[in-house]
């Protein structure tokens, strides 16, 4: 088995652990058994994906975390606790909510795919983080949910992901009702790729990972740039946008390398540029 070197030791006292191996770097939240997004959770996975950035090394990134609650949220002990300020909370509201929109678009917006496995509840915040994620493999045991409806917070930031990733027929049943659903629920609604077993998940992930990690990191920070612009664009705009795309990465060495190694019928050797 590969050893696997901790990017940064310090942190794995800490909430997030990081560790990379193989060109995968996996964050693991570790403050169960909520693991809730206060502002320390995710100010520390925003030094990480911040860090994976500029560090060649890292070529996906897998969020994944410990015990049986993937994650379940914003922490609402620490909100609630900022209602007795001479504001009743609106600063630190407004900061912790800015603070998990800016870690969502980081998600999206990383060069590097970035996959959620997911074992256990993921709730609110919690299926927001899963939702922005490029890909989400989860086993059998894994549940979501967006039950703000219940406690009289609507989930309105979690529902820009969600609505993202499902129908609106289906984002508003969650959203209305709070419901939980299961996992081959949440793969039938498109919130998830794949469910496996729990004693299977982190092999399938992995290899998902690997898979993903053999690819040009050039070609593949293109790919996924282009995927979620053109997404946001009118139908004739993102023809001529990923058109441009298209030949940009055409005049890529990797893209001159991997389509000679196809007709040569050989194994790519990518320069990642």
């Given at each position: 088995?590969?050893?696997?070197?901790?990017?940064?030791?310090?942190?794995?006292?800490?909430?997030?652990?990081?560790?990379?191996?193989?060109?995968?770097?996996?964050?693991?939240?570790?403050?169960?058994?909520?693991?809730?997004?206060?502002?320390?959770?995710?100010?520390?996975?925003?030094?990480?994906?911040?860090?994976?950035?500029?560090?060649?090394?890292?070529?996906?990134?897998?969020?994944?975390?410990?015990?049986?609650?993937?994650?379940?949220?914003?922490?609402?002990?620490?909100?609630?606790?900022h209602r007795s300020d001479a504001d009743r909370g609106r600063a630190f509201f407004e900061k912790t909510f800015a603070a998990c929109a800016e870690l969502m678009q980081a998600?999206?917006?990383?060069?590097?795919?970035?996959?959620?496995?997911?074992?256990?509840?993921?709730?609110?915040?919690?299926?927001q983080l899963v939702a922005s994620c490029d890909l989400a493999i989860a086993s059998h045991e894994a549940t979501f949910c967006t039950p703000g409806v219940n406690i009289g917070?609507?989930?309105?930031?979690?529902?820009?992901?969600?609505?993202?990733?499902?129908?609106?027929?289906?984002?508003?049943?969650?959203?209305?009702?709070?419901?939980?659903?299961?996992?081959?629920?949440?793969?039938?609604?498109?919130?998830?790729?794949?469910?496996v077993p729990r004693e299977y998940l982190n092999q399938v992930v992995s290899k998902y990972a690997q898979t993903i990690a053999s690819k040009s990191s050039l070609v593949v920070?293109?790919?996924?740039?282009?995927?979620?612009?053109?997404?946001?664009?009118?139908?004739?705009?993102?023809?001529?946008?990923?058109?441009?795309?298209?030949?940009?990465?055409?005049?890529?060495?990797?893209?001159?390398?991997?389509?000679?190694?196809?007709?040569?019928?050989?194994?790519?050797?990518?320069?990642?540029?």
């Open positions: 088995m590969a050893e696997v070197v901790a990017i940064k030791p310090a942190i794995a006292e800490g909430p997030v652990v990081a560790s990379l191996d193989k060109g995968t770097l996996r964050l693991t939240l570790a403050s169960p058994p909520a693991n809730a997004l206060s502002l320390a959770v995710m100010a520390a996975l925003m030094a990480e994906l911040d860090r994976a950035k500029s560090d060649k090394s890292v070529r996906v990134i897998i969020l994944a975390a410990s015990g049986k609650v993937f994650c379940a949220g914003h922490d609402l002990k620490e909100l609630s606790a998600i999206v917006r990383h060069p590097r795919p970035v996959i959620a496995e997911v074992d256990g509840l993921a709730t609110a915040a919690g299926l917070l609507f989930c309105s930031t979690p529902m820009v992901a969600l609505s993202r990733n499902v129908s609106r027929k289906q984002a508003m049943e969650m959203l209305l009702t709070g419901e939980t659903i299961d996992a081959a629920t949440a793969k039938e609604f498109g919130l998830i790729n794949r469910i920070k293109t790919g996924k740039e282009a995927f979620y612009a053109q997404a946001e664009m009118g139908l004739a705009d993102a023809y001529v946008y990923t058109g441009r795309v298209m030949v940009e990465n055409m005049l890529a060495r990797d893209a001159e390398e991997g389509i000679g190694a196809f007709v040569g019928k050989r194994k790519p050797e990518w320069k990642d540029e």
